[in-house]
């Protein structure tokens, strides 16, 4: 087995059951570290790293289509399985906590950068791909479009890194911590293997 698939199958499995765990917590305690307010750094991270997720899941089922490389396809598959099912925890505490998904304030409010500029091009938060390039990355096929779905992922990554550490230092409620430093390890490692995927192919991350 390819040395890159084998970190990628062991690595997804293990955040799954990390994912499951933390779930069966919630159920478990009944959320008794109590509901969060609205405007908390709790429910702020769950609204906004929610919409994040779902972008990673996009690029990733189109990156599929796109290539016929069994690693890039795997890794495409691990990260859409894996933020899918965090995105539903997200979205899951919402509920639980009879908070809204969606906020008037501008994202990452909660992080006290709510006064950043809005991203260009639908953009919303540090690290998403803008709309044209998503539409880039539908018109690509073959090593072009790993190349760029590598570096796209890359540097959603980052911004994800930086959304889930706030978190670590910000939310109150612990299960939602747990994830976050879940998501930090996960992707800090998937940041890794992509560099060395894209070496493999001649190319490297955007500065």
Same mark, same amino acid.
């Given at each position: 087995m390819n040395k890159h698939v084998g970190w990628i199958a062991g690595t997804a499995a293990a955040v799954l059951v990390?994912?499951?765990?933390?779930?069966?917590?919630?159920? =478990?305690?009944?959320? *008794?570290? /109590? %509901?969060?307010?609205?405007?908390?750094?709790d429910a702020g991270f769950a609204r906004d790293m929610a919409v994040h997720h779902q972008q990673a899941v996009e690029m990733s089922y189109i990156v599929r289509d796109r290539t016929d490389d069994e690693e890039?396809?795997? $890794?495409?598959?691990?990260? %859409?399985?894996?933020?899918?099912?965090?995105?539903?925890? !997200? !979205?899951g505490w919402l509920d639980l906590w009879e908070l809204p998904k969606f906020s008037s304030e501008?994202?990452? +409010?909660?992080?006290?950068?709510? *006064? @950043?500029?809005? #991203? =260009?091009? #639908?953009?919303?938060?540090p690290g998403m791909? *803008?709309? +044209?390039? @998503?539409?880039? !990355?539908?018109?690509?096929? /073959?090593?072009?479009?790993?190349?760029?779905? $590598?570096? !796209? @992922? +890359?540097?959603?990554?980052?911004?994800?890194?930086? @959304? %889930?550490?706030?978190?670590?230092?910000?939310?109150e409620v612990g299960v939602e911590k747990r994830l976050a430093q879940t998501m930090v390890n /996960?992707?800090? *490692?998937?940041?890794? $293997?992509m560099a060395d995927m894209l070496k493999d192919r001649g190319a490297k991350a955007r500065p």
């Open positions: 990390a994912a499951g765990a933390i779930t069966y917590a919630v159920a =478990e305690d009944g959320g *008794s570290d /109590g %509901a969060p307010a609205a405007g908390s750094a890039v396809r795997r $890794l495409a598959y691990d990260i %859409a399985q894996t933020q899918a099912n965090q995105r539903g925890m !997200l !979205l501008p994202p990452m +409010t909660w992080m006290d950068m709510g *006064s @950043m500029p809005s #991203g =260009e091009d #639908g953009a919303l938060m791909a *803008s709309n +044209t390039e @998503m539409k880039k !990355l539908n018109t690509l096929d /073959g090593k072009q479009a790993e190349v760029f779905y $590598l570096q !796209l @992922m +890359t540097d959603h990554h980052k911004g994800g890194v930086h @959304m %889930a550490e706030a978190c670590v230092k910000r939310c /996960g992707q800090e *490692s998937e940041i890794g $293997l």
